[in-house]
């Protein structure tokens, strides 16, 4: 036990050192203007954008990286007038509303960011039976197809959050955190070391697997052995939740990252869908995971251990069957693949300490929309929620898109509370 | 080394405005976690809701100063319906999670780019506290105080203000407590389904509960959004709410007077903590951090002590660990 916790602490010290580099190159001498272009999640290039001064004298032009950043640096704080080009978008791109003029404040020492929000061209006249029609068609399948990509990333995050509250009854509010975990571990092996992405993700999903025993070794376990309430194991995973976060800023730091490899890759088109390899192979990566996890539930011993755990822990141990080791296994694996959900997440879109925190509600919507403590049920709640979410955004602008799944959570819990496949007796 | 300022402002912290911000939200939060057993993890939510629509009812709409804090106490008991009519009836989990996403949406949406027109996107809004001081009969211009602590005419104002709101609803909690309605509520947090046996609707008893602690709460967004004379929507995040639960439990639940005495000493330690740690790191005593980072470190701070209270003396400082509703049910 006492070896346990020093190799966890050395672990951990490790971890630090070898995060802390990246974590120095703050946001410490910024005074200007600074933002993003990106059209469907994927950055754009080349775009050209023009500050003046609110009188209108040029102060300085500027064009998006291959990143779709574009940065700015000014003189002197005070009201500026940013124009984008909209002649240097792509062709299918426009700007949402219309509007290519901002008008933001440059406060001393501080760096505004200027929002373009982007979207595809759509043709004029949208009735489903003109020429029209086809576009919108493509779009929602476009917008169907990064919404099942979405539903995989939360239906990973859902798995592990199901697995953990079937077996221990503990709704882990921290579980966000154990994706941004996963994410930040392989950004400081592939940024901080060098190495490929994939290694790199999976030196991450390994680390995040044994952090996830660790936790449960040397925390959640403890606390059960205690006694200690599900309500209250429930509240102190809030605090675990922020005690991460913080933990994770403090060496991240407030900014979005991005992995090296695959930022930026040429679309390829598949019928009415169009996007990036990477997003193909997420999905398939995604697909296999959920598959062989599933799988395993059904088909191997720990699996069905593990099922009859969450079914009846009394009876199940009274059965044979060693509880605490499965709960071992579930924790382990849970974070593993809240870890790889991480990864996944940062690689189809980016990477900031409070991503996890924010797909956190999304998975809620899925679990509760599958029913809660179900492992499939989470699967199919999941990739509902996620294309349902992705394709609202025909109608609702995308910062909105969230919005939609807290509805899903609360037309589910009026008219279905034990949601998809979950039990009556689970709610009450 | 400036301990002059870090003494001064942790002696303001002990009675300071987020003291009386903080304070009401957790007398909120221990109507709703202390005496009904009702996970409410929204409680940020009340005061955004409170907060936002005291500003934008006078400065969007131009309506005086007492329209606006009625819409934010009616935003805030129709937020009170919304989330707790699908919850209620089901298990504590589900309104911790509709009660978290919902806090969540509601920031999401005042700091949308689509409703800036109203709610003012990431700048929030700003300019609707005049009313306010203009109300100031107390105070003339000039500082109150002994040598380095003190506060100036309007400070002094608000923290008059706020100080008779926190002991008012202490008043209201301690009579509704001692009366029938209140042993209801307690009993409902001991046995819910005990207090439904004897005849008692459950469910209107919780939502009362619900409803109130979120009013409460709500005065909280008030003070919050007239002392800043804005109200911008990450302030409402999470941690306010997070930091409502720490001082309850730091001051023991269902206790009239644990919340206020817990965001006293809580606002104590947090303002001291962050105070030294700045100084120390602007003064080169801890070479590995720079002074953005001493914002996240206060955060985990919290987050451990937090940990390290539930697990070590779930009662805080002066509640009965008979009476905290933490086991499982």
């Known amino acids: 036990m006492r070896r346990a916790v020093i190799a966890f602490t050395a672990f951990l010290g490790g971890l630090i050192f070898l995060l802390a580099g990246p974590a120095h190159a703050g946001p410490a001498d910024c005074q200007g203007l600074r933002g993003t272009l990106k059209l469907q999640g994927q950055p754009v290039n080349g775009a050209k954008i023009a500050v003046t001064t609110e009188g209108g004298q040029p102060v300085k032009e500027a064009t998006t990286n291959a990143q779709g950043i574009w940065d700015v640096q000014v003189e002197q704080p005070g009201k500026y007038k940013v124009t984008l080009d909209v002649g240097s978008l792509p062709q299918n791109a426009e700007v949402r509303g219309g509007n290519n003029v901002r008008t933001p404040t440059v406060y001393e020492g501080n760096c505004s960011t200027v929002l373009f929000a982007l979207q595809p061209k759509a043709a004029p006249g949208q009735a489903p039976q003109s020429d029209g029609g086809t576009t919108f068609w493509q779009q929602a399948a476009q917008l169907t197809f990064e919404g099942v990509n979405l539903g995989l990333i939360i239906a990973l995050g859902a798995l592990g959050l199901s697995l953990i509250y079937g077996t221990t009854g503990l709704t882990n509010f921290a579980h966000g955190e154990l994706i941004t975990l996963g994410a930040v571990i392989a950004y400081a092996f592939n940024v901080g070391f060098g190495i490929q992405l994939i290694p790199a993700a999976i030196i991450a999903v390994i680390v995040a697997g044994a952090l996830g025993y660790g936790q449960d070794r040397l925390f959640w376990g403890q606390l059960r052995k205690r006694g200690t309430g599900t309500i209250a194991m429930m509240i102190i995973s809030i605090g675990v939740a922020i005690l991460l976060r913080n933990l994770l800023q403090f060496f991240f730091g407030p900014q979005t990252e991005n992995f090296n490899d695959y930022v930026t890759q040429p679309g390829i088109t598949v019928g009415p869908i169009t996007a990036a390899p990477k997003n193909f192979w997420a999905i398939g990566i995604e697909l296999t995971v959920l598959v062989i996890v599933g799988i395993a539930l059904m088909k191997t011993r720990t699996g069905k251990a593990a099922r009859a755990v969450a079914d009846n822990p009394a009876l199940a141990a009274s059965s044979g069957i060693n509880v605490d080791r499965v709960i071992r296994i579930i924790w382990t694996a849970g974070a593993a693949i809240a870890a790889l959900a991480g990864v996944m997440l940062g690689l189809s879109q980016s990477l900031k300490f409070t991503m996890g925190q924010d797909i956190l509600l999304l998975i809620f919507a899925g679990v509760t929309l599958g029913g809660l403590g179900t492992a499939f049920g989470a699967l199919v709640g999941s990739l509902v929620v996620g294309v349902f979410i992705q394709v609202s955004t025909l109608w609702v602008p995308p910062e909105l898109k969230s919005v939609g799944a807290l509805a899903v959570l609360i037309i589910v819990l009026l008219f279905r509370p034990q949601g998809i496949l979950g039990r009556r007796e689970r709610i009450g | ?329």
């Open chain 2, 1 to 329: 080394m400036d301990w002059l300022t870090i003494l001064s402002t942790t002696v303001h912290a002990a009675i300071g405005w987020e003291t009386v911000v903080y304070g009401l939200a957790a007398i909120g939060v221990n109507i709703h976690f202390g005496y009904t057993g009702l996970l409410n993890f929204g409680q940020a939510a009340f005061m955004a809701v409170a907060g936002y629509g005291l500003a934008v009812t006078v400065v969007v709409f131009n309506l005086p100063f007492v329209v606006g804090v009625l819409v934010g106490l009616a935003a805030a008991a129709l937020l009170a319906l919304l989330m707790g009519i699908p919850t209620l009836q089901l298990r504590a989990d589900y309104l911790a999670i509709v009660t978290i996403a919902a806090a969540e949406i509601i920031r999401l949406v005042f700091r949308s780019v689509y409703f800036k027109d109203i709610f003012g996107g990431s700048d929030g809004r700003r300019g609707f506290n005049g009313d306010f001081y203009a109300m100031n009969f107390l105070y003339d211009p000039g500082r109150y105080g002994i040598g380095p602590f003190g506060f100036d005419e309007r400070t002094m104002w608000l923290l008059t203000v706020g100080w008779a709101v926190v002991l008012l609803c202490c008043l209201v909690v301690f009579l509704l407590m001692r009366s029938p309605w209140g042993r209801v509520l307690k009993a409902i947090r001991e046995d819910e389904d005990a207090v439904r046996a004897l005849g008692k609707n459950v469910f209107a008893y919780k939502m009362q509960s619900l409803m109130l602690g979120g009013i409460i709460g709500c005065f909280g967004g008030f003070f919050y959004g007239l002392y800043n004379g804005s109200v911008q929507p990450d302030v409402f995040g999470t941690e306010m709410t997070f930091f409502a639960y720490t001082i309850v439990i730091l001051g023991g639940a269902a206790r009239v007077f644990g919340p206020v005495v817990g965001a006293m000493i809580f606002w104590v330690l947090f303002v001291f903590v962050g105070n030294l740690l700045a100084e120390l790191v602007a003064n080169g005593y801890i070479p590995f951090m720079t002074n953005i980072q001493v914002g996240p470190v206060r955060y985990a701070l919290v987050g451990l002590g937090f940990i390290l209270l539930l697990v070590a003396r779930p009662q805080g400082i002066f509640g009965d660990k008979r009476e905290i509703a933490i086991d499982a049910r």
